[in-house]
């Protein structure tokens, strides 16, 4: 098998990116990395065969230039007019002396090996998908509709199990750091970024899937737990497979739990707990014991233990998946043997 050699930007030596891939890799919609090129001339430098346009190593620098001016505040027009006349591309350019100074989160970044670990923007990734790096800028520039065209692309190209585990969690995770370790600086962008995944999940999924009868999951987040994005998630790839959920979100107070359960007499509950401190082993265990249906056909829920808080905290017949993919598949064939 042929070694394809990458310059620094990632980009395959010879070969180029799209259009789609460029825009993911920047953090802006296509439609913005297109209409750059026809309004200001920032598109390939050059021109191949065939429909579809190949971007270069330095293509990249430019636009990347592009969106560290504009994202200062200065217009596009001046922008493209600066980036034109900038020098070369592989030597880092300076803003013109009347530019505002360029925040550090979204300087251009630097031409070196660590760049492909890094978002641009002083979020630390590490060894991830390139599509993390545009949803990581998009969501520190506040660019709602960059992020919400990526995250759907992200989702209808990997699938929800994929996108998440591998791109959307990881950039979550980065953003958490970031701000924990500047002093509360980036929680806004923490919660924009949350909203817009929460925004995704929905648009991406079924609304509401048939009922069938002893085949429901029933999701919820222990009392005093508020981090319903995870559930969010498991709820959305339940539904992508066609598997009924109720959908109960954050803190949940027990007898509302109880209430919830004998109601939809579900196959299984999954139980969320982000933190030790929230996480109530009586509580599973009483949920678990729950009956209804006639004598002699009683059933019980199996119920899952989901979320760090329960490191530790759980017991025999209290299963606890490791992650998605694993509570997707123990949840589907709970549902299977039930139903």
């Not at 009347?98 to 002083?122: F, K, L």
């Not at 750091?177 to 949350?194: A, D, I, P, Q, T």
């Not at 429901?216 to 066609?242: D, I, Q, S």
């Amino acid at each position: 098998m042929a070694v394809h050699e990458r310059d620094d930007e990632g980009v395959p030596a010879g070969a180029g990116l799209t259009t789609g891939e460029v825009a993911r890799r920047l953090g802006v919609a296509p439609t913005t990395v297109r209409s750059w090129d026809r309004r200001y001339g920032l598109g390939p430098a050059a021109h191949t065969g065939g429909r579809h346009r190949r971007w270069t190593a330095g293509d990249m620098a430019r636009l990347q230039r592009m969106c560290a001016l504009t994202a200062t505040g200065i217009a596009p027009a001046e922008a493209a007019r600066m980036v034109r006349g900038a020098v070369p591309p592989r030597v880092p350019a300076r803003p013109a002396p009347e530019a505002a100074p360029r925040p550090a989160a979204y300087a251009a970044p630097r031409p070196a090996v660590r760049a492909r670990s890094r978002a641009g923007s002083g979020l630390r990734l590490g060894d991830v998908r390139q599509e993390c790096k545009g949803i990581a800028r998009a969501a520190l520039r506040l660019d709602a509709a960059a992020l919400d065209e990526l995250l759907e692309a992200t989702i209808d190209e990997h699938g929800l199990v994929t996108a998440w585990t591998e791109v959307i969690m990881p950039t979550l995770q980065a953003v958490g750091r970031k701000w924990e370790s500047s002093g509360e600086k980036y929680v806004e962008v923490e919660h924009f970024l949350s909203w817009h995944v929460s925004g995704a999940l929905r648009r991406s999924t079924p609304s509401a899937v048939a009922d069938r009868p002893g085949a429901t999951t029933v999701l919820a987040c222990v009392p005093g737990e508020n981090h319903t994005l995870p559930l969010e998630v498991l709820a959305a790839a339940l539904a992508e497979r066609g598997l009924p959920v109720r959908m109960f979100g954050g803190a949940l107070p027990v007898e509302s739990l109880v209430t919830a359960v004998r109601r939809t007499g579900p196959a299984a509950v999954g139980l969320w707990a982000q933190s030790r401190t929230t996480a109530s082993r009586p509580l599973a265990q009483h949920v678990a014991a729950m009956e209804w249906g006639v004598r002699g056909a009683r059933r019980k829920p199996v119920v899952l233990t989901i979320g760090p808080g329960w490191a530790g905290r759980t017991s025999a017949g209290l299963p606890r998946p490791a992650g998605l993919a694993e509570a997707v598949t123990l949840l589907e064939s709970v549902v299977s043997h039930k139903s």
